[in-house]
């Protein structure tokens, strides 16, 4: 058990890296990939998610990059900002790639809990068995899947061996998660799993309901496959600074959103919509965007 999945993140590069490595980040992905590398003085090199190819990575993006500098891959499915699923053959290639290059993986898995009409995939699945040669790190948390974000646990897996040198590291930082976090952790695992259940519904009602707005608006989007969070194309009233935009729209109608390019710079012109809240809030301030003219 660690403290929330980011401590897991960083307990896995603080392991894996050292100062002048080079990791490989998702762009747009999650801001802390990069801010939790640089820390460690590692470089997070981007590789690129595109439009055009529905914000999956390509084998030979990620392949162009690597150097003998590159020691691991970042992977996230489902995914922040994204609602990005990868799908089998993809997951498989990219862990094939990884052993090709002697890379390892650490694959942030937090909305794992949250996938619509496709499954979850887990790298570790086509991981290795052969001691020694296993090579992903899967980060997961109970703040997504039931609602336990304030208390800060989730789990780091670690291939087979490596366990006393991740307990060394955790003793290091924090000794251990707090003891009534482990309680709840405990009870929400092994009690009535009705509020997974209810939690997915309300997101994929609140992803089709969302999706429904933005198409009557003539709106572009990426249709989400998992996670709670919608990933729309607003560069019509953006003006190319969407980071911009949103201060501005938030001032003037009362709703927020996330400027894509708080995820890595191919986020410009997009903004990450969150489907938490109640559907009639949602609907509401998705409304107050301004239509896309018929002819863009």
């Not at 897996?157 to 290091?172: D, F, K, T």
């Not at 009690?191 to 933005?214: C, E, F, I, K, T």
Request: charged fraction near 15%; glycine fraction near 8%; include cysteine.
């Amino acid at each position: 058990m660690v403290d929330g999945a980011q401590q897991g993140l960083h307990f896995a590069m603080s392991l894996l890296l050292s100062p002048g490595d080079e990791i490989l980040i998702p762009n747009p992905g999650y801001p802390t990939f990069a801010m939790t590398s640089s820390l460690l003085h590692a470089v997070p090199v981007r590789y690129p998610l595109y439009p055009e190819h529905d914000f999956q990575p390509r084998i030979q993006d990620i392949e162009g990059l690597i150097t003998p500098r590159t020691k691991v891959l970042i992977l996230n499915s489902p995914s922040n900002p994204l609602g990005a699923v990868l799908g089998e053959e993809l997951t498989r290639s990219l862990v094939e790639l990884a052993r090709r290059h002697d890379l390892w993986i650490i694959s942030d898995e937090c909305y794992e809990a949250f996938t619509y009409d496709v499954p979850h995939v887990s790298p570790a699945r086509f991981d290795s068995d052969v001691p020694g040669e296993a090579r992903v790190f899967t980060s997961l948390t109970l703040s997504k899947t039931y609602g336990l974000t304030g208390l800060r646990i989730g789990a780091l897996i670690c291939p087979p061996g490596l366990e006393q040198r991740m307990n060394n590291v955790m003793e290091a930082i924090v000794s251990c998660v707090a003891s009534p976090s482990q309680y709840a952790a405990l009870a929400a695992l092994t009690g009535p799993q009705d509020y997974v259940s209810h939690a997915h519904a309300h997101y994929r009602a609140n992803r089709d309901a969302a999706s429904a707005v933005l198409s009557s608006r003539g709106i572009p989007y990426l249709t989400a496959q998992g996670a709670f969070y919608l990933w729309a194309d607003v560069s019509h009233v953006s003006g190319g600074d969407v980071r911009s935009w949103v201060r501005r729209f938030l001032a003037d109608s009362g709703v927020a959103f996330a400027p894509g390019t708080a995820f890595g710079s191919i986020g410009e012109g997009w903004i990450r919509i969150a489907l938490c809240s109640s559907q009639a809030d949602l609907v509401e301030g998705l409304g107050r965007i301004p239509a896309r003219p018929a002819d863009r």
